[in-house]
Nanobody, 129 residues
Framework: RVQLVESGGGSVQAGGSLRLSCAASGFAYTTYCVGWVRQAPGKEREGVAA????????YYSDSVKGRFTIDQDNAKNMLYLQMNELKPEDTAMYFC??????????????????????WGQGVQVTVSS
């Protein structure tokens, strides 16, 4: 079965950087899309970034485009999210996620992160002003 374990969360001041990591296992050949979803207190989950397991187009939400970068190391079964120029509104629980659907704009636009069906336990990111 698919297992996703995140690490790298923490607290940082606005303008700072963090790098999240996700150790993945149990992917079937039908697991096509991997990404990151976040949930701020009192808000719906929202897609942040996504990329196909075989590479290709990277998808980002408008709120993080130009500041966050998703990348992966398939040899190590690792997924990463480099977060730069962090803002207080980036404060949220961040989840590593995977899907048996192909990546497309719904990977980040679908309400509640519903494009994905496999989830990690999440890591907290807190950005102070």
């Amino acid at each position: 079965r698919v297992q996703l374990v995140e690490s790298g969360g923490g607290s940082v001041q606005a303008g700072g950087s963090l790098r999240l990591s996700c150790a993945a296992s149990g992917f079937a050949y039908t697991t096509y899309c991997v990404g990151w979803v976040r949930q701020a207190p009192g808000k719906e989950r929202e897609g942040v970034a996504a990329v196909g397991r075989a590479g290709g187009i990277e998808y980002y939400s408008d709120s993080v485009k130009g500041r966050f970068t998703i990348d992966q190391d398939n040899a190590k079964n690792m997924l990463y999210l480099q977060m730069n120029e962090l803002k207080p509104e980036d404060t949220a629980m961040y989840f590593c996620a995977a899907s048996e659907r192909f990546c497309n704009s719904d990977s980040v636009l679908a309400l509640g992160g519903s494009h994905f069906m496999y989830w990690g336990q999440g890591v907290q990111v807190t950005v102070s002003s």
